[in-house]
């Protein structure tokens, strides 16, 4: 796989309307320039992406959930977790237990002594 190339600024976009894709040209500091090529679906995923990273106060790009649901299987054995409307999560009981506690102790460790800084 190349080098990754950390780009700094859009220079160019064009639609390519014979292939149906979009053409963006992307430069780093040094002033190296790369055109990319993104198809229908690849266009679609990076604005995704790019809407749900611009929405993040904090610049990551750490998914947070609107909303979440914990519940059992009907017919297996298993703890069920689901965030959004993506699939459900299946999980023993003993996952569960251990999900739970690391949950716990990461939220434990988070209100005690990680310190975010205060924004004004």
């Excluded at 309307?17 to 990076?46: K, P, Q, Y």
């Excluded at 689901?82 to 023993?92: H, I, K, Q, S, V």
Aim: proline share 4%; with cysteine.
């Amino acid at each position: 796989m190349p080098e990754k190339f950390n780009a700094e600024i859009l220079a160019r976009s064009e639609v390519d309307r014979t292939n149906d894709r979009l053409e963006i040209s992307l430069c780093d500091a040094t002033g190296e320039c790369r055109t990319v090529s993104l198809g229908a679906n690849a266009v679609s995923a990076l604005a995704l992406l790019l809407a749900d990273h611009t929405r993040r106060e904090t610049g990551h790009l750490t998914k947070i959930p609107d909303n979440f649901a914990v519940g059992h299987g009907r017919h297996e054995p298993f703890v069920m977790l689901r965030f959004e409307d993506d699939p459900a999560y299946g999980l023993t009981a003993e996952q569960a237990l251990g999900l739970g506690e690391a949950l716990i102790d990461e939220a434990e460790t988070m209100a005690t002594t990680i310190k975010y800084p205060v924004r004004q």
